[in-house]
């Protein structure tokens, strides 16, 4: 692996992780691994609330599993291809057990579809992000000698009764989903075609998942949707398409949502993700400012720096737009941090184009940043209508340009925040140093203190006095 891949690798769409549960005994086994973006993950701890409620447990030893389950991703070719090196891994331990059942869920088993139990011979079941409830039925199946799938998208579908099942969690920071699906066919994704249609979910049941989740010692709730900016309930079954003009005014939006969420308790801390820059509006930002215990944190992808690559990309915005949004963040929340995702070698991007990238990414130095090369994508919009024609060579080249300079930023944001005292949510021991909590700021940024006497779920005032590129280390002050 070059260092490139290996950046790529330890941002949050490649991730991997095996999952365990503590559910109640029962006598068959599943493991269940997942990849891809924080919905996935979440999605993931629907389907062991599905699962569980069928008398299975976990396990994160595969050869003992009577079901494996991979809940894929298919953002990029390369994510798919560690799909399918996982499950050539399976197969040994299958040949070893022959009833095994494994099982493809997620975003790449919506795109391939059926085309998956040809293509993967391991595989008896298929199913979409929208199926998880039919699980037990696609199971019964395979188990009486048949494949099975269910691809099947839903307009409706939120799962909002069905309670998540906390997944390799530290009983501190948890995911709430408040959307699925995407309707902003930007031309290079593949999420809209695997996730369907934008639905939003029950305000009610959010606010009561987050109070539950408060009630058992939770201390931050990330609500998550492709695009949170576009949340809008106006009652259940109420389509946003066909609402008059009243019953707009009068629905829940996102900033009334972060509202109703920041109410639960002053000490739950709320994040969410994902923003999108053309419908994030200046009342979410004055929101954000009123609440505390709303992070001053907002992930906000450009994916590129010049008008005309934002155009083809279908992004809704022009760079003028994108950095007004920054400037209102700036002014409404001046020590907000921002992040953001970037593209390089989107088909037709010039030498000049990329160098805009660079120039916006110089005048807004963002906290964070994941950075991919453009990878083509069966069926989207970006796959019919252009050329990929930027060389390989040459998306690597500019994406390693813009992972230098976005460590340089990082590490400017880091050490501004050097010298100042912080609020720090403790989340787990430091995985370099045994008698160290690790937590987080306000701002997202991970702060490393000595444990003292203080516990995971409390927090603490650090006083910063040193960091490393993006580590800040102190004391806790009283
Ligand atoms: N809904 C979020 C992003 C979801 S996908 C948003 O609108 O920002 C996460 C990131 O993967 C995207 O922001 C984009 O930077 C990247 N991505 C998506 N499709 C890609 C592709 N075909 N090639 C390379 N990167 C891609
Ligand atoms: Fe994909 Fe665009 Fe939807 Fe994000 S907003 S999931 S990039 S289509
Ligand atoms: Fe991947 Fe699907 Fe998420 S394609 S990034 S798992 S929505």
């Not at 769409?13 to 891809?36: C, H, I, N, W």
């Not at 929101?287 to 001053?296: G, H, S």
Request: hydrophobic share 35%; glycine share 6%; aromatic share 8%.
């Amino acid at each position: 692996m070059n260092e490139v891949e290996k950046v790529i690798d330890e941002t949050r769409q490649g991730e991997a992780l095996m999952l365990d549960v503590q559910a109640t005994p029962g006598t068959r086994k599943l493991f269940l691994e997942s990849y891809g973006c924080q919905m996935n993950f979440s999605d993931s701890e629907i389907v062991a609330s599905i699962l569980k409620d069928q008398g299975y447990t976990t396990t994160k030893d595969y050869t003992e599993a009577d079901v494996i389950f991979v809940n894929t991703c298919a953002i990029r070719e390369n994510a798919e291809q560690r799909v399918r090196n996982r499950l050539s891994e399976f197969k040994a331990a299958k040949r070893n057990k022959p009833d095994m059942v494994v099982g493809v869920l997620g975003c790449m088993a919506e795109r391939l579809k059926h085309k998956f139990l040809d293509e993967e011979k391991i595989v008896d079941i298929v199913v979409g992000p929208d199926a998880y409830r039919d699980l037990p039925n696609l199971i019964s199946k395979v188990e009486g000698g048949h494949k099975a799938v269910n691809v099947i998208l839903s307009k409706e579908e939120t799962y909002a009764d069905i309670t998540p099942v906390r997944l390799d969690s530290n009983g501190v920071s948890a995911f709430i989903s408040i959307m699925r699906g995407c309707d902003n066919m930007c031309s290079f994704c593949v999420v809209p075609f695997t996730r369907g249609r934008e639905r939003s979910r029950d305000p009610e049941s959010i606010v009561a998942e987050a109070r539950d989740l408060f009630e058992k010692g939770y201390r931050e709730v990330t609500l998550l949707g492709q695009n949170v900016d576009s949340y809008l309930w106006a009652g259940g079954g109420l389509k946003k398409e066909i609402l008059t003009d009243e019953q707009r005014a009068n629905a829940i939006n996102f900033a009334r949502l972060l509202e109703m969420v920041a109410l639960v308790h002053p000490d739950l801390r709320i994040r969410f993700s994902t923003s999108h820059p053309k419908d994030m509006t200046d009342e979410v930002l004055h929101t954000m400012a009123k609440y505390e215990n709303i992070c001053k944190y907002i992930h906000l992808p450009v994916q590129s720096g010049n008008s005309d690559v934002l155009e083809r990309m279908n992004r809704g915005y022009s760079r003028e737009w994108y950095l007004s949004r920054i400037d209102s963040i700036r002014r409404i929340m001046p020590d907000c941090a921002i992040s953001t995702d970037v593209i390089t070698g989107f088909c037709g991007e010039t030498e000049e184009q990329h160098r805009e990238t660079v120039s916006l990414m110089e005048l807004v130095k963002y906290d964070f940043a994941y950075m991919f090369a453009y990878s083509e994508r069966p069926k989207t919009m970006a796959e019919r209508q252009f050329e990929d024609d930027v060389p390989e060579e040459v998306k690597k080249r500019r994406l390693t340009e813009i992972i230098d300079r976005q460590q340089i930023h990082s590490e400017i944001r880091t050490k501004a925040q050097v010298g100042k005292v912080h609020r720090v949510l403790i989340e787990h021991t430091s995985k370099r140093d045994e008698d160290k909590w690790m937590g987080r700021n306000t701002q997202n940024t991970v702060v490393v203190f000595p444990k003292g006497n203080y516990k995971p779920g409390e927090y603490v005032n650090v006083l910063v006095d040193r960091c490393t590129k993006t580590t800040l280390i102190g004391t806790v002050v009283e």
